[in-house]
């Protein structure tokens, strides 16, 4: 298991901008595939946008073009840069890491985009 811890969430205006931070325990945290997901108010949790131990990247459709995912081994984090943020992007994003054990999940961090 790993320990994650998310921060960076709050209130902003539409058309503004949060970065996301998700900070990871153990040695080995270069290694595992991280993601961020989110879940809004009477929706499943969707997947917003992964990156693997060598740095390729993968986006969630409604997010292309404006949110762009990246990771610092050498801090142990994932970072979640949030551009051109609309009222649909208001949920509860969640870290998320790949482990051999399965998949380890921070507490979750809240977003709220006002229109």
């Known amino acids: 298991q790993v320990q994650l811890v998310e921060s960076g969430g709050g209130l902003v205006q539409a058309g503004g901008s949060l970065r996301l931070s998700c900070a990871g325990s153990g040695r080995t945290f270069n290694t595992y595939i991280m993601g961020w997901f989110r879940r809004a108010p009477g929706k499943e949790r969707e997947l917003v946008a992964c990156?693997?131990?060598?740095?390729?990247?993968n986006y969630g459709d409604s997010v292309k073009g404006r949110f762009t995912i990246s990771r610092d081994n050498a801090k142990n984090a994932v970072y979640l840069q949030m551009n051109s943020l609309k009222a649909e992007d208001t949920a509860v994003y969640y870290c998320?890491?790949?482990?051999?054990?399965?998949?380890?999940w921070g507490q979750g961090t809240q977003v709220t985009v006002s229109s």
């Open positions: 998320a890491a790949d482990v051999p054990s399965g998949r380890s």
């Open positions: 990156i693997t131990a060598g740095g390729s990247t």
